[in-house]
């Protein structure tokens, strides 16, 4: 781990942050205030459409908006199945080229926040992921329990493209297929299967987002991050952080 204690962190001249946590948890809500606050702020979904996946994304892609990125990924049934994996796996890749640039743009900034994207903890390239331990501190975002049902309600009402972990992904379609008696996984009802699947995706994400914590940082609770209205603010949150390992 890049900072060995809270003092250490607090007193570091150099300050490097790796956000992570599901997709709505407030990632990159907190990272465009720390932007405001002079850190260099960089945006794994940015980076993954406008510069890894240029070739395949038509549309404009910005902080703001990413849902070109989201069109391309799409959802298993809006695609063959074969032509969703193929995209998986230029998603993947592309994440994984993304993260890549983390340790030099971190050494390069006196204050550096990666804001990653809620697929972080599929990445199974050990290499890459303690590469990231050793350049930044990894900042595992926590949800509250009334958090996580908010998550898992929203995730039914809006269905939304995800990257799944590939070993999984089709152990899900075929348990959908046996229980629902469809024949052709191509023929996936698209919104049905991820109202189905996000719940199972979301549970084994958690103790990831845990581990990689334990590894490599701290973990804070979104709780106490909404109560921050400085800097200062959340270099305390995290300090704290450290007392819970």
Not at 69 to 87: N, Q
Request: net charge negative; proline share 5%; charged share 25%.
């Amino acid at each position: 781990m890049i900072y060995k204690s809270a003092s250490e962190f607090l007193n570091a001249p150099h300050k490097a942050l790796t956000l992570m946590g599901m997709s709505g948890v407030g990632k990159s809500h907190l990272s465009s205030m720390m932007r405001e606050w002079g850190w260099f702020q960089y945006s794994c979904d940015v980076e993954i459409g406008t510069r890894y996946l240029a070739d395949h994304i038509e549309c404009a892609i910005s902080a703001d908006d990413i849902s070109a990125v989201s069109g391309f990924i799409s959802k298993p049934g809006d695609l063959p199945l074969a032509e969703f994996k193929r995209r998986q796996g230029l998603y993947y890749a592309a994440e994984c080229a993304a993260l890549e640039r983390v340790p030099d743009l971190a050494a390069g900034h006196a204050k550096f926040v990666n804001d990653s994207t809620g697929s972080i903890c599929e990445i199974e390239d050990e290499e890459l992921i303690a590469a990231l331990g050793r350049a930044s501190l990894f900042v595992y975002i926590k949800a509250s329990k009334d958090e996580e049902i908010a998550m898992l309600k929203r995730a039914q009402e809006y269905p939304k493209p995800l990257f799944y972990p590939p070993g999984l992904f089709q152990a899900w379609v075929d348990e959908y297929c046996q229980i629902f008696g469809l024949r052709d996984a191509d023929a996936l009802p698209p919104d049905d299967f991820m109202r189905w699947v996000f719940p199972r995706l979301f549970e084994t994400r958690l103790p990831k987002y845990q581990a990689l914590a334990e590894r490599f940082g701290v973990t804070v609770h979104t709780d106490d991050l909404y109560k921050i209205e400085s800097e200062c603010d959340l270099l305390s949150v995290i300090a704290e952080g450290f007392e819970g390992r």
